[in-house]
């Protein structure tokens, strides 16, 4: 039976932007209003986060719509997900460096975060997104040596799929 999870004793963390004036014309910063907030499980715990948005207080500014937010808070965790970003990690270390299976994992991780199997799932997907985001300009500036050497062989490799879950194929192509 799924348990509602406890939101008591839960800390609270309010995040600014680290600018604290305005770039364009030295103006102090002015709290405006909260961009997000939500509850985030990480291997320390859970935490309420509140990201707050932040704009320039001079009336004569040359951008005073802009709104400077909080990179710190930004970095926790993505969209909608209600997992931090280490918790994301720690799986797809676990899961593609250590190459434990998803039941290993969620054992291993029963003790400090709840989470359910399914969910280390989901979390492996956004793993491999942020990872594949990562790799971008990476590859990018690796297209003249391609050019110089004559191509690129395109690669697929597979994993063969444990007991009950469905295969994983990766294909990469330049």
């Not at 719509?65 to 926790?76: N, V």
């Not at 979390?123 to 594949?132: D, E, M, P």
Request: charged share 20%.
């Amino acid at each position: 039976m799924r348990t509602a999870k406890s939101n008591h004793n839960v800390k609270t963390v309010y995040y600014r932007p680290e600018k604290r004036r305005c770039p364009y014309c030295q103006w102090k910063l002015k709290r405006r209003h909260t961009l997000w907030h939500k509850y985030l499980s990480t291997l320390e715990g859970r935490i309420h986060v509140f990201s707050q948005g932040y704009r320039c207080s001079n009336p004569d500014c040359s951008e005073p719509q802009t709104t400077y937010r909080s990179i710190e808070a930004e970095m926790l965790g993505v969209p909608e997900c209600s997992y931090g970003i280490d918790v994301m990690v720690e799986i797809g270390y676990q899961r593609f460096w250590q190459r434990r299976t998803v039941q290993e994992i969620h054992a291993l991780l029963r003790g400090q975060v709840t989470i359910s199997e399914r969910q280390i799932l989901n979390l492996l997907t956004n793993f491999l997104v942020l990872l594949r985001a990562g790799q971008a300009a990476k590859i990018a500036g690796l297209g003249s040596q391609w050019q110089e050497l004559g191509g690129l062989t395109l690669a697929i490799d597979g994993m063969q799929p444990e007991q009950g879950s469905p295969a994983l194929y990766v294909v990469r192509k330049a």
